[in-house]
């Protein structure tokens, strides 16, 4: 049987991309939009339904203050050496260009699961995320920059919440060109 055969769900698997904020229009994401991917990230599954994923959106001016974060934070963690105004640009950007940002948060609930396992279940959400942005051809990029593993008081978060990244949103027009995938036979051991 072959990808092609199955239908919808495994058509948007073997054609979703990262398309980055580069690629973005200018057209806006509207909040129902956003609700609705996000209702979607909040059907992946969770060892024991601790359901650890949370977002935190950015949209129209609150971009400018997660543009300010990022670059500011490049600044102050960059010794002067290594410091490239080029990257601060571009980080600075990133969010500017974006019709939406999403913080991706993970809530531990210790009592029940070890932490690896809520990580796993927020990548699972993350990745219904990009099902989704594909289908509404939504461009769509899971970032993680150190900047945003640090981010707890920017963000406001609890103690037992932890920042796993940033996911960049976009209409484009241009499509970027499709990554390519190893073949999946040299990463199949048959026991």
Known sequence: MKPS???????????????YPKFYTSKKIDNETIQTVLSHANRAPSHRNTEPWRFIVFKNKSL???????????????????????????????????GAVIAIVMERNEDFVPEWEEIAAVACAVQNIYLVCHELQIGGYWSTPVSMMNANDFLNL???QRCLGL????????????????????KIRWF
């Open 167 to 186: 996911f960049y949103m976009g209409y484009f027009d241009e499509s970027p060109p499709t990554a390519k995938k190893g073949d999946v036979h040299q």
């Open 5 to 19: 055969d199955l239908g919808p769900v495994s058509e948007a698997i073997m054609k979703r991309r990262s398309i």
């Open 158 to 160: 609890s103690t037992n």
């Open 64 to 98: 400018v203050s997660l543009s300010d974060y990022l670059a500011n934070y490049y600044k102050q963690n960059t010794s002067p050496d290594k410091f490239s105004k080029l990257k601060y640009e571009k980080t600075k950007n990133k969010p500017l260009k974006s």
